[in-house]
């Protein structure tokens, strides 16, 4: 008895549908492991950006503490050579 003829392309679509499929969710994931990667990268980036500017500010803050006990070191300089 031959086969019916709808069964028999029934298969090779479903199997190329499946491989499709396969397919689609292997790509997919290696696209979320790409994504979930640059998020890692950015976040290193943003989290040395924020070093930075720590560093960066602290560095302010003594140049500033600095100059303000320098001046006050002349002051007393001054109010002392003017006696």
Same mark, same amino acid.
């Given at each position: 008895?031959?086969?019916?003829?709808?069964?028999? %392309?029934?298969?090779?679509? /479903?199997?190329?549908?499946?491989?499709?499929?396969?397919?689609?969710? %292997?790509?997919? /994931?290696?696209?979320?492991?790409?994504?979930?990667?640059?998020?890692?990268?950015? /976040?290193?980036?943003?989290?040395?950006?924020?070093?930075? /500017?720590?560093?960066?500010?602290?560095?302010?803050?003594?140049?500033?503490?600095?100059?303000?006990?320098?001046?006050?070191?002349?002051?007393?300089?001054?109010?002392?050579?003017?006696?």
């Amino acid at each position: 008895m031959p086969r019916h003829p709808d069964r028999r %392309s029934a298969r090779p679509t /479903a199997l190329r549908i499946a491989l499709f499929l396969s397919l689609s969710v %292997s790509l997919s /994931a290696c696209g979320l492991g790409d994504s979930g990667s640059a998020a890692v990268t950015a /976040a290193k980036l943003k989290a040395s950006e924020a070093e930075s /500017a720590r560093a960066t500010k602290e560095k302010l803050e003594q140049q500033i503490a600095d100059s303000q006990q320098q001046a006050a070191q002349r002051q007393k300089e001054i109010e002392a050579a003017t006696r």
